[in-house]
């Protein structure tokens, strides 16, 4: 079993940065394929980035993309999610999770259980 927990959610202003991070524990997460997710209020939980188990690939919604960057630290167990430029619509709660697939698409068997983030205008 893999338990994920995030941390780094808050409260930011338009135009903002947050870093979140995910720390997962009991067992090494570094053959996982790693991604996060958001599900905003009164919608289904959605992907926006994932990076492959060696880090040496990304995926990105197109939501996300220049402004959101996926790392991983596999000696830390641990996964980075740097936002930047946020907007209002990228409140959400924000949800790590892990795959064994090497398909981004997943499915992924672990899941965080979420920190919100929230963007004022």
């Known amino acids: 079993q893999v338990q994920l927990v995030e941390s780094g959610g808050g409260l930011v202003q338009a135009g903002g940065s947050l870093r979140l991070s995910c720390a997962a524990s009991?067992?090494?997460?570094?053959?996982?394929?790693m991604a996060w997710f958001r599900q905003a209020p009164g919608k289904e939980r959605e992907f926006d980035i994932a990076?492959?188990?060696?880090?040496?690939?990304?995926y990105y919604a197109d939501s996300v993309k220049g402004r959101f960057t996926i790392s991983r630290d596999n000696a830390k167990n641990t996964v980075y999610l740097q936002m930047n430029s946020l907007k209002p619509e990228d409140t959400a709660v924000y949800y790590c999770?892990?795959?064994?697939?090497?398909?981004?698409?997943?499915?992924?068997?672990?899941w965080g259980q979420g920190t919100q983030v929230t963007v004022s205008s």
């Open positions: 999770a892990a795959s064994t697939s090497a398909r981004h698409q997943g499915p992924y068997d672990y």
């Open positions: 009991g067992r090494t997460i570094r053959t996982y394929t």
């Open positions: 990076i492959s188990w060696s880090g040496g690939i990304t």
